[in-house]
């Protein structure tokens, strides 16, 4: 069982920046892929990014790409999301996630294990 908790969240305005962390409680969590997901109110879950567990690769939502960017720090157990020129529609709950796939790129939700409880970040001016 992999725990997670996200932190970082809040009310940023327009073109503002967050950065998004997710800590687990496994020892194994580098043998994890990770990814982020967001979902607006009203809306289904969406793929925001991953990160591979062994190869490092990185992998983006067309509406992220060059915005945001998914890093991990496997000794501290902790997954992040830097997030730059925020706009009105990122707002939504994020969540990460944690998936036991050893495919090289995992992008949809139901391809992933364990996830945070999420925490909200809202755009708004």
């Known amino acids: 069982q992999v725990h997670m908790v996200e932190s970082g969240g809040g009310l940023v305005q327009p073109g503002g920046s967050l950065r998004l962390s997710c800590a687990a409680s496994s020892s194994i969590f580098s043998r994890y892929t990770m990814g982020w997901f967001r979902q607006a109110p009203g809306k289904e879950r969406e793929f925001v990014s991953t990160?591979?567990?062994?190869?490092?690769?990185?992998y983006y939502a067309d509406s992220v790409k060059g915005r945001f960017t998914i890093s991990r720090d496997n000794a501290k157990n902790t997954v992040y999301l830097q997030m730059h020129s925020l706009k009105p529609e990122d707002t939504a709950v994020y969540y990460c996630a944690a998936s036991k796939s050893i495919s090289s790129v995992v992008a949809t939700p139901q391809r992933y294990d364990y996830w945070g409880q999420g925490t909200q970040v809202t755009v708004s001016s």
């Open positions: 990160i591979h567990w062994s190869s490092g690769n990185t």
